[in-house]
């Protein structure tokens, strides 16, 4: 993909902007730079959009790119290549790499990979502890003061389990407005655990993974972001009960927000029964009632955002026995299908919210620049052009990540991104990868 | 019968009263002056041992070769062979040398179901045991050893309709427990598991079995009581304060024995932990088939095989004088 290859105008012809009547968009230089009716085509690619839906490029809080160190799996480019596909314009990717990115060195590596890669914003997420040990403070500051502009931070696979640790870095970042997302698991309580602890682990003979072990640290960790009053964010919530706690914290005005993965939307520990590791995930999966509740949470606001937790990992990590296997599914490229799915076909939510949860929202989590904002004139041209009338069935060997570790194969799932556009340059058109 | 054995699960009531019937006549080969029958001659039968069990794996051993298959050993315990790909690289190792029957014990719940129905292998996969998920031919013979004590004579084509079957120790690591809810109560038992709360699994009300904590209760209504090995380590998880309070609590001593009705048994799978679940005085008593449970192994995986590997016809009509 080039610059020079592409056009500097294209015209979006009848598009809902958010599910709304159908508009023409004119695109410019990278900007929106006029939204009516019957605009004149002249010099522009011009796209026949007809009726497809127009959301703002999206956005996630939560991707494992896995460069450096497991490009086996998954490499910036392929990643954000996935991205695209996806209909995302931008990513942050977790700091479990090796070596972690917990220094301003590695986060500004992954940086300069994601802006040569071209297909989709990458903005580093960085370590809270150095090696994820839970330990001692990775240099936040000068990670934040980097090329890579870290405000994120986050032990994502570890949770920040030491609790002066987690106050101090809850406190620490706020002198650059940034926030910590916890990935809330405690430690003693999931020693081994392999599933839901549950009528199904009973069954399995697979160690419990208790709600309780979320719910309890995410529970601390609201209240000591409100008592050193800071940000919180807390990864793939997956119970009924963290739900709660999230809706409690916002009652009392406390800056806690929350994100879902698609897989927690949708599906339950009931398929461990084939104790096929494909289902396998942290958290894991959990019940019919947690994902309702999921699903309503996400509606109402509760639960502020859709992040993938996309894990790439290689064939033979999955294609083993449930205990030798790894934990972990990618999403980036069905997670628009499953929000739709799960959340616009049932009448939970309208295109405007997916918006929100999906584009807007995490990026002002991640306090994003240029990504996440509205479909209007003079904002940048980061759009995602949707076919929700579409239906197929996933077949992952035509997906673009490296991996096709997905928890979907073979299932019917609505809609799909015929063209993703990053600051009005074409990354995905008619489905295909330009 | 299904083409696998891989949970207790798998066997309707018909299915189940089918080996035990299958069973009681292999056992009377056991006592002919050669053991032997041609049934599974040219077939192979693998023991893939991931988890070391020389009792399970020789029970197997000798059930295949009374019935003249060919048996392959393959332990891959302490071998290279320990990381998670490498049950699909045996496995196709297993498929090339043309095995008709995998009896796969794994220190992984499930593994056997994978081996089952991940296309690596195309024989029967029977389960020996896999983490703490099942062990259906232990419970088996536990069901078989049950019906010949208490129904005697006669035994042949009858369940274990009514009987009160109690199982008693770490209900939750335990796959001798969990095969033998499912059997006994598809055989008509009614089950009573108990085990300090520590011990049994969240979820075990969706099990079909009563819940006790408290074994004295339920003792004097007990038909079998069906003691289960306690590891010591489990201690020191805190899932009991120390051996001295779970024996006293939950151990099975002489006193406890008599509170049982006369008819009734005591059970054990092997190996005993003498002064934790059970006594000395328990452990030798007449009243205590642990010793049964080993021969009636033999019987029950010989049923097991035949009925897998070896059809429809009669077991027993054809005898070997080889
Ligand atoms: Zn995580």
């Known amino acids: 993909m080039s610059e020079t290859a592409t056009p500097r105008r294209t015209l979006i012809k009848g598009a809902k902007i958010l599910g709304g009547r159908p508009q023409d968009v004119l695109v410019e230089n990278g900007t929106i730079a006029e939204i009516g ?266 639960i502020d955002i859709v992040a993938t937790d996309h894990a790439p990992h290689p064939h033979e990590d999955k294609d083993c026995e449930w205990g030798a296997a790894a934990m972990g599914m990618i999403g980036l490229e069905t997670a628009l299908s499953v929000v739709q799915h799960t959340m616009v076909d049932t009448g939970l939510m309208d295109w405007a919210k997916v918006a929100d949860r999906m584009a807007y929202a995490p990026a002002a989590i991640g306090r994003l620049a240029g990504h996440g904002r509205p479909v209007a004139v003079g904002e940048p041209a980061n759009l995602t052009l949707v076919d929700p009338a579409y239906r197929s069935l996933v077949d992952p060997a035509g997906f673009v990540s490296r991996s096709r570790n997905t928890p979907y194969k073979g299932r019917e799932l609505p809609g799909r991104v015929t063209h993703t556009f990053l600051r009005g340059r074409a990354t995905v058109t008619d489905g295909n990868l330009t | 019968m299904k083409r696998h054995l891989i949970s207790a699960t798998d066997l309707s009531h018909d299915d189940a009263v089918l080996i035990l019937d299958t069973a009681e006549e292999m056992g009377r080969i056991a006592d002919r002056p050669i053991k032997k029958l041609p049934t599974l001659r040219g077939r192979t039968v693998v023991n893939l041992f991931f988890e070391d069990s020389t009792r399970t794996r020789i029970s197997f051993e000798a059930a295949a070769k009374r019935l003249s298959a060919d048996v392959i050993n393959f332990s891959a315990k302490g071998s290279s062979v320990s990381k998670g790909e490498s049950l699909k690289d045996t496995a196709l190792t297993l498929q090339a040398m043309g095995a008709d029957a995998v009896v796969i014990r794994h220190h992984d719940s499930g593994a056997p179901h994978r081996l089952a129905t991940s296309g690596w292998i195309g024989g029967s996969v029977v389960n020996a045991g896999d983490g703490t998920h099942e062990h259906p031919t232990q419970a088996l013979l536990d069901a078989y050893t049950i019906r010949r004590r208490l129904a005697a004579a006669g035994a042949a084509g009858t369940d274990l309709a009514g009987r009160r079957i109690t199982i008693v120790g770490d209900i939750l690591h335990s796959r001798v427990a969990r095969s033998n809810v499912h059997l006994l109560h598809t055989l008509g038992a009614e089950v009573t598991v108990v085990a300090p709360p520590t011990l049994v699994p969240i979820g075990v009300e969706h099990w079909p079995c009563a819940v006790s904590y408290d074994l004295d209760a339920v003792l004097p209504k007990s038909d079998a009581v069906m003691m289960l090995r306690v590891q010591r380590e489990r201690m020191n998880a805190a899932y009991f304060p120390t051996e001295r309070e779970y024996a006293r609590r939950y151990g099975l001593n002489g006193d406890r024995m008599a509170r049982m009705p006369g008819h009734a048994i005591v059970m054990h799978p092997g190996p005993m932990n003498r002064g934790m679940e059970i006594t000395a005085e328990v452990a030798d008593s007449p009243r205590c088939t642990a010793v049964e449970q080993v021969t009636n192994g033999v019987s029950v995986r010989m049923a097991v095989l035949y009925l897998l590997l070896g059809g429809a016809e009669p077991a027993a009509t054809k005898e070997t004088h080889e």
Not at chain 1, 196 to 220: C, D, F
Request: hydrophobic share 40%; net charge negative.
């Open chain 1, 37 to 302: 009716s019957g605009l004149p085509a002249a010099g522009a690619t011009v796209i026949e959009a007809d009726g497809r839906i127009l959301l703002p490029g999206l956005v996630d809080l939560h991707t494992h790119l896995r460069e450096p160190g497991r490009e086996d799996s998954e490499t910036v480019l392929t990643g954000t290549r996935a991205a695209a596909a996806g209909g995302y314009t931008a990513v942050h990717a977790m700091a479990n790499t090796f070596p972690v990115a917990d220094t301003a060195g590695v986060v500004e590596q992954v940086w300069r990979l994601g802006r040569e890669s071209g297909y989709c914003d990458v903005q580093p997420i960085g370590a809270v502890t150095v090696g994820l040990g839970g330990k001692q403070l990775a240099e936040l500051g000068a990670m934040h003061d980097s090329a890579a502009g870290v405000t994120v931070f986050s032990d994502d696979g570890k949770c920040v389990d030491d609790a002066v640790i987690m106050r101090r870095a809850l406190e620490y970042v706020k002198a650059f407005d940034g926030v910590v997302a916890q990935h809330a698991q405690e430690p003693r309580l999931t020693e081994g655990a392999q599933m839901n602890e549950g009528t199904v682990s009973a069954e399995l003979g697979l160690t419990g993974w208790p709600a309780v072990a979320e719910e309890s640290i995410i529970a601390r960790d609201i209240l000591l972001a409100a008592h050193v009053g800071s940000r919180l964010h807390i990864c793939h919530l997956s119970t009924a009960g963290s739900v709660e706690l999230v809706r409690w914290a916002k009652s009392k005005g406390w800056r806690v927000t929350a994100e879902v993965t698609p897989h927690h939307l949708l599906l339950t520990d009931e398929l461990v029964r084939s104790y096929d590791p494909v289902y396998k995930v942290n958290p894991p999966l959990r019940t019919e009632t947690d994902v309702l509740a999921l699903r309503e949470a996400l509606a109402d606001g509760t």
